[in-house]
């Protein structure tokens, strides 16, 4: 009675030990599948730096001058390219984006049609503007013709947590190129969906200045690119080497207790 005992305390000691069990198999994944993600994520660097460096290039070009009518279908392959615009601001069409924040100071950005000399308007991100000075409209001010040095960029890409435009009320939270376009007359005012950013290239206290007046401050010629991938490697490689140390580790003790079993 007491080797049958034995004999199956045996067996089950055996079973729960056996080098098949879910944890060893998860373990055993583990490794392999986060040094997969890691050397994934390597190529990622690679070819985000690469495109980076495409961009920056594009950036120390000297300026296009845009045509009448823009190939909406070819402005991917321009973004990021200096241009320069001509021509008056249609105040009756200004947009608020926001809110944004600059420098500690809450504000907005000012999306205006620019209405060119030849006829037809494109949109502009003339910049940032702080909420205190908003009610001045000192931004509305400008009749005269303008030059705007500015660059080429797609709309934004809307998150989950981005609320829904209401051009009705006044309302922007991201910009939305067609419904811009749409909202400053569209095809019949000869709106084309195209979205430049104003360049700001003066020194800090001219940015200061321009803020403290409620002038519409422009962004640097940056490239404003997100590269996170170098963190990424570095997560799933020592991942990787951690789940293969669990794994070493746990296989060693379940051959030792197998080790110490009657035969």
Same mark, same amino acid.
Not at 4 to 17: E, H, W
Not at 50 to 55: G, P, Q, R, S, V
Not at 56 to 62: F, I, N, P, S, V
Not at 207 to 218: E, F, K, N, T
């Given at each position: 009675?007491?080797?049958?005992?034995?004999?199956?305390?045996?067996?089950?000691?055996?079973?729960?030990?056996?080098?098949?069990?879910?944890?060893?198999?998860?373990?055993?994944?583990?490794?392999?599948?986060?040094?997969?993600?890691?050397?994934?994520?390597?190529?990622?660097?690679?070819?985000?730096?690469?495109?980076?460096?495409?961009?920056?290039?594009?950036?120390?070009?000297?300026?296009?001058s845009l045509p009448r009518r823009i190939n909406l279908s070819a402005l991917a392959d321009?973004?990021?390219?200096?241009?320069?615009?001509?021509?008056?601001?249609?105040?009756?069409? *200004?947009?608020?984006?926001?809110?944004?924040?600059?420098?500690?100071?809450?504000?907005?950005?000012?999306?205006?049609?620019?209405?060119?000399?030849?006829?037809?308007?494109?949109?502009?991100?003339?910049?940032?503007?702080?909420?205190?000075?908003?009610?001045?409209?000192?931004?509305?001010?400008?009749?005269?013709?303008?030059?705007?040095?500015?660059?080429?960029?797609?709309?934004?890409?809307?998150?989950?947590?981005?609320?829904?435009?209401?051009?009705?009320?006044?309302?922007?939270?991201?910009?939305?190129?067609?419904?811009? *376009?749409?909202?400053?007359?569209?095809?019949?005012?000869?709106?084309?969906?195209?979205?430049?950013?104003?360049?700001?290239?003066?020194?800090?206290?001219?940015?200061?200045?321009?803020?403290?007046?409620?002038?519409?401050?422009?962004?640097?010629?940056?490239?404003?690119?997100?590269?996170?991938? *170098?963190?990424?490697?570095?997560?799933?490689?020592?991942?990787?080497?951690?789940?293969?140390?669990?794994?070493?580790?746990?296989?060693?003790?379940?051959?030792?207790?197998?080790?110490?079993?009657p035969r």
């Open positions: 009675m007491e080797s049958t005992s034995s004999t199956g305390q045996s067996q089950y000691k055996s079973k729960k030990d056996s080098l098949l069990s879910p944890t060893m198999i998860l373990l055993g994944i583990m490794p392999i599948f986060t040094f997969a993600l890691g050397t994934w994520q390597v190529e990622r660097l690679k070819w985000k730096v690469k495109l980076i460096d495409e961009l920056q290039e594009k950036l120390q070009r000297d300026p296009l321009f973004t990021y390219r200096k241009v320069i615009i001509r021509g008056k601001w249609d105040h009756a069409h *200004a947009m608020l984006l926001g809110p944004r924040v600059y420098d500690g100071t809450n504000g907005y950005h000012l999306i205006e049609p620019l209405v060119r000399t030849d006829g037809t308007t494109v949109i502009v991100d003339r910049g940032f503007i702080s909420q205190d000075l908003v009610d001045r409209k000192a931004y509305l001010q400008d009749s005269s013709e303008v030059e705007v040095l500015g660059m080429l960029r797609t709309g934004h890409v809307r998150n989950r947590f981005t609320p829904d435009n209401h051009p009705e009320q006044g309302k922007w939270y991201w910009a939305d190129i067609e419904t811009m *376009a749409q909202y400053a007359g569209g095809e019949q005012a000869s709106v084309q969906s195209v979205f430049i950013e104003e360049i700001f290239e003066g020194h800090a206290g001219d940015a200061a200045w321009r803020v403290s007046h409620g002038i519409p401050l422009g962004r640097p010629p940056s490239i404003d690119v997100r590269n996170s991938h *170098a963190s990424y490697i570095v997560t799933w490689y020592s991942l990787s080497v951690f789940t293969t140390t669990m794994f070493v580790r746990l296989l060693l003790k379940q051959r030792r207790a197998r080790a110490r079993l």
